[in-house]
């Protein structure tokens, strides 16, 4: 996620005081969009956009590369379409990716126009695979700047542009929320807020929000435990984050563990756990026997050493399992669950604000795919629950195929299930659309501010 501001601190001249020149961010940023066209997820292509850079980048280097890439992709589909209308014939690829990075800068006003196009030609000079298109890039750059306003409303007249996605995924959105789509393709081209779940065992919200208040940050309760921190910043600057009095999850994902319902004692699966988030929301809700389970390596690394930070481990008996859910002979030792989440692989077309890569990188197909694979997770965890247990089946995904549709599926073929009513609720799911800052003060019931996400609770007969 973006830092605040990250493209303050860069010079748009002579580099000063480790101030990255604008130049070089274009280069790392442009560097990174090219892996990121060739289908890696734009924080992998950054990351090794940075590892090939000639020296070795420092911080701030790699936080204004980040902003930039960000921010063009955030541009995609404006930044394309001004490239098919004013260049001949299609640039290399190189040439390409310089311009999406020079024209997200020059259409998200990061610098004055003439720095950017400025540092755009610099930047292409400085590479052999651009260097002989330097008279190009400048050219495009400023007709770009000539066509102003008009030429951008012009492009935006397609919906594709104006939304910034690929014309598929805006049909599949439009065909499932034909009322809402405007807004939902608005909010997702939004800087995401920065959301906070406070850490019940160490701190209460009011208390937190006063140690807030004394570093003259403002913030307002969201949810039950849920802050909107209004200025955005690294997680390092998070006053108590260190400390493990919170932990950086937005508000919608905090009703996952929120709504299982948990208490002491109970023996507890989550079923597709890292980074751990929930799994450490569970586990600050109540004294659990938590299996957390996940088949990626690397990522189930990260659940311990978040439990450590958080001070977790002195009330949960966790246990890390990697293993593939949907084949429970594997690693299941035959006692049942009282409580299950499953949190499931998705398109994740719910949090494309914090991830504007996400449409981008997906095809068409992937949908009927994820749905395939949350299908079988849920047929395969499904014995593993006590009678009387409570499954909660969750995806942070706008498509009913992931969402309502797979939770009446299931229902339709385990007479075994019913619909248990979320707590709070009127029903047992729920589809959340993201929402912006709502000014009323949070009084209860779902959060004021949230990503796009869907839940089902399910109970087992007796
Ligand atoms: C939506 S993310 C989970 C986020 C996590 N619950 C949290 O709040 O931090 C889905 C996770 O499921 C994992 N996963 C995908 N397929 C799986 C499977 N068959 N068995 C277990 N984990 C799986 C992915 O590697 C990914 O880490």
Redesign the pocket.
Known sequence: MLGAGAGAGVTASAPAAGAPALADVLRVAAAAWRRFRGGRALDAALDEALRDWRAPASPRLGAAAQDAAYTAVRHLALAEAVVARLAAKPPAPAVGALLAVALGQLYAARHAEYAVVDQAVAAARADAQTAAAAGFVNALLRNALRGGAGLRAELSRDPAVAANAPRWWLDRLRRAYPGEWPELATHAQQAPPLLLRVNRRQIGVAAYLDLLRGQGLAATQVGTVAVWLHSPRPVAEIPGFAEGLVSV?DAG?QL?AEWLDVADGMRVL????????????LAELAALTLDA????PA??ARIEPNFARLGLPAHTRLRVLI?????PARWADGSRYERI?L????T?SGIVRRHPDIPWLRRAGDIAQFAT?QR??LASLWPLLAPAGRLLY???SLFPEEGERQAQAFLAARPDARLRTLPGQRDGMRQLLPSVASPAPWTGGLPALHDGFFFALFEKSE
């Open positions: 999850q994902a996952a989550d079923a597709c756990a890292a980074p751990g988030g929930k799994t450490a929301h389970l996940e088949a990626d990522r189930a293993a593939d859910g949907a084949q989440l949190d499931a692989p998705c994740a694979r079988a997770l969750a995806v942070c």
